[in-house]
């Protein structure tokens, strides 16, 4: 190992370098070299003999390890002190010298050849192997302004000219590729033909990051081949055809919709061909289907070549006056650009097998797609057994200035070999045409290659220049490999170029006038495959001309089809949502109860533990006080109520999957859904021990990394594959949501929309105003209400069971506050033939609060039972008031509506004050709103002032969401106008306490928390001073 890193050091050096401001583009910067160059642009070039400066060195250093050798004074200090005592030097070295030792000068034609000359190669061999890349041919256009790094000059190490062709003895290692060989002498000058061919030309390989040995073995041998790659005729022909279908299709586009918008690929053609190479490998290696992510760029090209979309309809979606099937009163969302639009197709392979392509649909939020397609990767592992994780793989494709920019590129990465959270491997391809719309990269990322990021995964990153064509279809497949082999992440970065401005209507000129006086002159990448060809004798001009004409003439006849083509009802069901309810058809309401047998069997079943496990003494209590309440039937707390969600959906045989920051645990201590052995470490989850023989992924609960976006996108992703899975995401406290705002925006709240693709996700983010804080206080609950579609003036059709409403709206907003109704709010997501995202505003303090338990009778489907309505035991939309009214209270003066956990302070302040003329009132689904719940009690307190009460101040919490549709009740109501509804909260700050510089944050919070709290109670229970609506009459102190 001490060998392969010793060049690594090396490697390091080259890479100090200084930021250039000349026009780079293949790579971010210039490189200014420590000295003179002498020997870097060919190995014949070689001027004149420079010896590297000496550097001296400390006597106190030969004890170093090899990988630390970096000057040939060192070599020789720690060569003299090996000659006169082996164990003087570190064992690395002593093994290295004895390697040489007595072979150096045997065989013939290398007498004279000293220890230090075989080291200096050495050493150079493994600068290639580190360093090749940087001297790599990878800009098409030729403009990159790096130079090679002094490491890679035969001069560094003390070669000169009269040394080319001299022999070395260069042994034979037990290493793989070309010093693995069985050739110990070789001339300089084959050495060096040898490394530059394998690392110097269109491909530069990036893999000595790698710790593995034997995986940069694996490379090795693919690298540093006795003969350089070569494609034959066979092969050589279909890639012609592929790279030809690329180009015209563009060509096509580009002459009949000269103005449309497509982000043409032009400049990058060899995608299309290096993806279908890539995918015809993983195919013949078992992959059975990709999911696949990708930008704007070229997407067009990949639905039409690759996922085969029909040509038709692509160009009938370019047409105005396209025709559309009569969509009225059908599922049909508000729809999504094209170049935003996914599809699936099952692709045959050039080895004769078929493979499922899927492209998710994406936003236009570069990047923000890609944690989405790696959780639907994983779901699809789950749902076909995929235990290995070989037939389903993840491909992502992005641009080079999102794929160096973009945060949550990192934040994918890093899920990549979490145990819950890996998919054996993405291949990312990154369209590399050295600019992001009018940046270059210089401006756009402080890293030498764009695709730096995937260092801190030790993933192999090729290099490749995207004008050769065969060396881009190399890399594909190769990546293809080494996903198939070592199952972890890879990169190919194509450069090239972008022919056209950012899209059809830009004009580059404007800002990269040299690159672009370039572009104009230079040949497409098909011109110069054809030319190789040609000029090989495998094809002849006819045979080109024949081709050619028959892609022509097909995309004229799909062109002309597009034009009678009625764009077909969009489809919306993969296979596993067959029977599935759009928001046209109705699906009924069901109850959420469980029968009691089955109750008492989980409850039991999750309360007790292995004999032999010893958990912490803490611990040991909860599980005893969940195994009381169970068989007591009373006082079951939050926890439980989830834990008993879980547990019998599982009976019910759905996928249970609740992932987030130190959900395990829990933040705040109370799920304890995975316990630790105090004495041995072992883990167990009681959870996973429901039934017999139990998947061991059927429940999953999992700590993830301290990502949100990255976390959330995967969770959605998984989310999206199967409605036989309810997955759930925790954010840590309700306000780091925000990380995450553009699964909220993009894809979440939209996304069904959009694209007709439902998911039940839930979101369970903590919240309360409860003394922690500016932050932690609050999930921004008004984010969520605000980005609900549903209209508030009007109030759909409300029948128990045949209700539609929450199927036509984007999402469920909750803020549940007993155990019983969070139980049926979790099951009845997956109780309904339609699919819902739930945002859940969870509790904190309400977790272990004395009056927020349910009992068990609460959870049954037993009719009489407590929590057996009307209409059967399910989730409560609304809490009607606890004092057991009857239905007509004209005697109560006031009716308090209110949300969360501030019920319960508005009830002890109730109770503390007598005032049982005040009825209060839980609206427990804020979104969609229970307008017929609420009619109900405004029935029921005909004379009753109506308050809307929250803890949080008037610009944030419920009330902006709230106010039209209560005014739209009590309008409907005959209850008075819209002044009639009154607002109790506190004040609109940006934040809802004040500090000053010297106060400790926590302190204040906490006593300004407790100072409002109570003034907004007996506010909301006894003031009389609302003079106008929409104004707090709450003081401050
Ligand atoms: C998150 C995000 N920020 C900004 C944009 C606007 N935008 C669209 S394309 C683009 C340039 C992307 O450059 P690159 O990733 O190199 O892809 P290319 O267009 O060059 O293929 C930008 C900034 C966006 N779509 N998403
Ligand atoms: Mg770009």
Not at 215 to 228: A, D, F, S
Not at 350 to 359: A, Q, V
Not at 393 to 405: C, E, N, P, W
Not at 802 to 830: D, E, G, L, S
């Amino acid at each position: 190992m001490a060998w392969f890193r010793a060049s690594l050091y090396l490697g390091k050096l080259a890479v100090r370098r200084t930021l250039s401001q000349g026009g780079s583009y293949g790579i971010r910067s210039r490189i200014f070299h420590l000295r003179d160059r002498r020997f870097h642009s060919t190995v014949f070039s070689l001027k004149e003999k420079a010896s590297p400066i000496p550097r001296a060195v400390p006597l106190s250093k030969l004890t170093d390890n090899f990988l630390d050798a970096t000057s040939s004074v060192y070599l020789e200090e720690l060569q003299r002190a090996w000659e006169s005592d082996p164990n003087s030097v570190d064992e690395s070295w002593d093994n290295f010298f004895r390697n040489f030792v007595g072979q150096a000068s045997g065989p013939a034609g290398v007498s004279g050849q000293t220890i230090q000359e075989s080291m200096r190669l050495m050493l150079l061999v493994r600068d290639y192997q580190v360093n090749g890349h940087l001297k790599s041919k990878l800009d098409p256009l030729g403009l990159e302004e790096r130079e090679a790094p002094d490491e890679l000059d035969p001069a560094f190490y003390g070669f000169t000219e009269t040394d080319l062709d001299r022999e070395f003895f260069i042994g034979v290692w037990s290493m793989s590729g070309f010093l693995s060989e069985n050739r110990p002498v070789q001339t300089l000058r084959s050495i060096l033909t040898r490394l530059e061919q394998a690392y110097c030309g269109s491909i530069g390989y990036e893999y000595m990051h790698i710790e593995e040995r034997e995986k940069c073995n694996w490379l090795r041998e693919k690298i540093e081949t006795p003969t350089p790659m070569h494609y034959n005729k066979d092969r050589r022909v279909v890639i012609l055809d592929r790279l030809m279908w690329s180009t015209q299709f563009e060509n096509f586009l580009a002459t009949k919709m000269k103005t449309a918008k497509r982000f043409g690929l032009e400049g990058g053609e060899t995608l299309i061909p290096g993806m279908k190479e890539m995918f015809d490998r993983s195919a013949d290696l078992g992959v059975e289907c990709i999911v696949v992510g990708m930008p704007h760029r070229g997407r067009l090209n990949v639905l039409g070549n690759v996922f085969r979309k029909p040509l038709r309809q692509i160009f009938s979606e370019f047409d105005k006056n396209s025709k559309f099937e009569d969509e009225s009163g059908l599922y049909t969302g508000t729809g999504d650009v094209k170049y935003h639009l996914g599809t699936s197709y099952d692709r045959p392979t050039r080895g004769g097998k078929r493979i499922h392509l899927s492209l998710v649909a994406n936003p236009s939020h570069l990047e923000a797609v890609d944690p989405v397609v790696i959780g639907k990767t994983r779901a699809k592992q789950y749902f076909t057994n995929d235990l290995d994780r070989t037939k389903n793989m993840a491909v992502l494709i992005h641009g080079d200035g999102s794929f160096a920019g973009q945060g949550v590129v990192y934040e994918t990465l890093h899920l990549s070999a979490l145990p819950n959270y890996t998919t054996g491997g993405t291949i990312h391809i990154v369209v590399n045409n050295q600019v992001a719309f009018t940046t270059d990269p210089r401006s756009g990322r402080s890293s030498e290659y764009c695709t730096d990021v995937a260092h801190a995964l030790n993933a192999p990153i090729f290099h490749v220049n995207g004008d050769d064509i065969e060396a881009v279809v190399h890399v594909c497949e190769l990546a293809a490999q080494w996903r198939q082999t070592f199952h972890s992440d890879v990169v190919v970065d194509i450069v090239c170029y972008r022919r056209f401005g950012h899209n059809e209507i830009d004009e580059p000129f404007f800002t990269q006038p040299n690159m672009y006086k370039v572009i104009q002159k230079h040949p497409s990448s098909l011109r110069i495959y054809k030319n190789k060809l040609l000029e090989s004798g495998e094809v002849t001009e006819e045979d080109l001309e024949r081709m050619h004409k028959k892609v022509e003439s097909i995309l004229n006849e799909e062109f002309l089809n597009s034009k009678d083509y009625v764009q077909q009802r969009r489809d919306w069901l993969s296979t596993n949502w067959k029977g599935f309810k759009s928001p046209e058809q109705l699906s009924r309401i069901r109850n959420t109860g469980v029968n009691p047998e089955v109750l008492m069997k989980v409850g039991r079943a999750i309360t007790v533990l292995p004999e032999d496990f010893k958990p912490h003494r803490a611990v040991k209590k909860v599980y005893e006080d969940r195994a009381k309440m169970i068989e007591t039937g009373e006082g079951l707390d939050w926890a439980m109520g989830e834990a008993l969600a879980f547990g019998t959906l599982l009976v019910e045989g759905k996928h249970v999957r609740l992932s987030g920051q130190d959900v395990e645990r829990g933040t705040f201590s109370h799920r304890h859904a995975i316990l630790h052995d105090q004495e041995t470490g072992r883990i167990y989850c009681p959870l996973d021990h429901v039934m017999e023989n139990q998947n061991a992924e059927m429940f999953t609960v999992s700590n993830s990394s301290l990502s949100e976006f990255g976390v959330l996108g995967f969770e959605l992703g998984y989310s999206m594959e199967s409605p036989d899975a309810i997955v759930l995401w925790e954010a840590q406290f309700g306000d780091f949501s925000n990380g995450a705002q553009v699964i909220f925006d993009q894809f979440l709240s939209s996304g069904e929309a959009k694209w007709l693709r439902q998911t039940g996700l839930v979101v369970l983010l903590p919240h309360g105003y409860d003394g922690q804080g500016p932050e932690h206080s609050s999930a921004r609950l008004e984010r969520f209400l605000q980005m609900s579609d549903e209209n508030p003036y009007e109030i759909l059709e409300m029948d128990p069971t045949h209700r539609k409403q929450i199927q036509k709206c984007n999402w469920q907003v909750v803020n549940a506050t007993t155990p019983a109704n969070y139980f049926h709010v979790i099951r009845r997501q997956m109780h309904r033939e339609f699919r819902k995202p739930l945002i859940v505003m969870s509790p904190k303090n309400l977790l272990r609060y004395k009056f927020c338990k349910s009992n068990l009778s609460e959870f049954d489907d037993v009719q009489g039972h407590e929590g057996f309505d009307t209409q059967g035991t399910r989730f409560k939309r609304l809490i009607k008031d606890q004092n057991n009214h009857s239905d007509l209270e004209k005697g109560i003066r006031r009716l308090v509506l209110c949300s969360g956990k501030v019920y319960y302070e508005l009830d002890e302040e109730r109770q503390k004050l007598n005032a049982n003329d005040v009825a209060i009132c839980r609206v427990e689904q804020l979104c969609p709103f229970p307008f017929d719940l609420v009619q109900r009690e405004l029935k029921r307190y005909p004379n009753a002032e109506i308050v809307w009460c929250q803890e949080e101040p008037m610009n944030m919490g419920a009330y902006t969401y709230i106010a039209p549709r209560l005014y739209t009740a009590v309008k409907s109501s005959g209850r008075g106008s819209p002044e009639d509804v009154k607002y109790v909260g506190r004040p609109p700050p940006p934040v809802y306490c004040r500090f000053t510089k010297t106060n400790k944050l926590r302190f204040l919070a906490l006593q300004c928390n407790v100072k409002q709290s109570s003034i907004l109670t007996r506010a909301a229970l006894f003031k009389r001073v609302f003079k106008t609506n929409f104004r707090l009459e709450i003081p401050e102190s």
